[in-house]
């Protein structure tokens, strides 16, 4: 294997590409399946992550209050509540406390962090 990748590394050098620059590196995407919306207990994707690819009107206790960052992964189009917002209390309540436009990943956000308890997807932020 070993030397393998040295021959494969060899050719991409040979064929003129710069393995130094590599665009993307500023964060890391967050692991989430497609469809899903995912929350995380740490920010930037870390610690405990949980999975939704429907409503919640009550987060587990393992994710309840402990939401740090989040990523929306789920089907986009027309039509489909595409957007994910989180709410601070159980079954809707407490006021929104973070939303997910389609595709978007949010590493931290100060306002939102540990307060999330539900949340439902839906047709915009
Ligand atoms: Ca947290």
Redesign the pocket.
Known sequence: MRKTFITAAGVLLAAGASLAVVPGTAQAAAPCAEGSFCA????DYG?LSVGWTGDDGWWEGNIA????SWANHGISGPGIKDHVKVYASAWQGGGVTICLDPGQEVPYNEGA??RGDSHIWTTGC
């Open positions: 995380y207990t740490d920010a610690g209050d402990e939401d740090s962090n540990d």
